[in-house]
Antibody, heavy 126, light 107 residues
């Protein structure tokens, strides 16, 4: 079955760019859609954005000016870049598979997260 | 943005009891695009319920999702020791896809 693994630096300096990669195993990245979600320490979950197998994206407006999510098809990976980070970006970052809902057997563009990576902790500090 | 409010914040029960967790949306969530996730300490969330009432693969039938419109409920019929965790609801009807703040189910 599909498994996901996040990777990237655990420490990023303020004002720099956070870069994370999610490696997909057990399935082709081109066959599904994907999400990034984060969880600040001791807090709840925040949806960051989705990337669809077409390469199109849907970002949370609260982060839209700072984020880029991309497919790296040749490596069966997708990535997250978050620019101009501050301490508020300190969190556990999760990648997940975004599963479309179906209506009468037809996929509709409403996505829930059915498979999650274990998460990677990113701390923003000088 | 749709805001989800979960109640109670903390629910203290014992194994064998029935748990009822509530999730209220600030706007109607059409076609019941609501999911529930379970998160244990140090672990990633796990999908329990999607489409408000459909159990995900491998989820025991003691977990039941219900509701429509703005009010959704997760019921755990008979608590097992492994059910004590934090539970989050999520709406995926309207972007940005938002989560509730969580309900901690404790012994």
């Amino acid at each position: 079955q599909v498994q996901l693994q996040e990777s990237g630096p655990g420490l990023v300096k303020p004002s720099e760019t956070l870069s994370l990669t999610c490696t997909v195993s057990g399935g082709s990245i081109s066959s599904y859609h994907w999400s990034w979600i984060r969880q600040p320490p001791g807090k709840g979950l925040d949806w960051i954005g989705n990337i669809y197998n077409s390469g199109s994206t849907n970002y949370n407006p609260s982060l839209k000016s700072r984020i880029t999510i991309s497919l790296v098809t040749s490596r069966n990976q997708f990535s997250l870049k978050l620019t101009s980070v501050t301490a508020a970006d300190t969190a556990v970052y999760y990648c997940a598979r975004a599963r479309p809902s179906t209506t009468f057997g037809v996929a509709v563009p409403h996505y829930y997260m059915d498979v999650w990576g274990k998460g990677t902790t990113v701390t923003v500090s000088s | 943005e749709i805001v989800l409010t979960q109640s109670p914040g903390t629910l203290s029960l014992t194994p064998g009891e029935r748990a009822t967790l509530s999730c209220r949306a600030s706007q109607s969530v059409s076609s019941s695009y609501v999911a529930w996730y379970q998160q244990k300490p140090g672990q990633a969330p796990r999908l329990l319920i999607y489409g408000a009432s459909s159990r995900a693969t491998g989820i025991p039938d003691r977990f039941t999702g219900s509701g429509s419109g703005t009010d959704f409920t997760l019921t755990i019929s008979r608590l097992e020791p492994e059910d004590f965790a934090v539970y989050y609801c999520q709406q995926y009807n309207t972007s940005p896809y938002s989560f509730g703040q969580g309900t901690k189910l404790e012994i």
